[in-house]
């Protein structure tokens, strides 16, 4: 039996609570554990997967809960 896999384009947003909260506390973060400054906000990244378990793998692989991560949203691209 074959099966076709299909990858799908998703749209995540990102943001780290750690870096948020030390902002929104008044003070400095200074790039701590190579995070910048700027994941206070919602990043926003595209990437390719089967399925959405497979975004939420990706998306724990490259940016660990465990680090203050949060993934805020994903969104499904619409096909062309």
Do not use: H
Request: with cysteine; proline share 1%.
């Amino acid at each position: 039996m074959l099966t076709e896999y299909v990858n799908l384009q998703y749209q995540i947003g990102i943001y780290n609570k750690t870096v948020r909260d030390c902002i929104r506390n008044g003070d400095d973060w200074d790039n701590q554990l190579g995070i910048s400054d700027k994941f206070e906000e919602v990043n926003y990244f595209e990437i390719i997967a089967s399925s959405d378990k497979e975004v939420e793998r990706i998306t724990e692989k490259n940016f660990p809960k465990k680090l203050g991560y949060v993934l805020d949203f994903v969104e499904k691209m619409k096909d062309n």
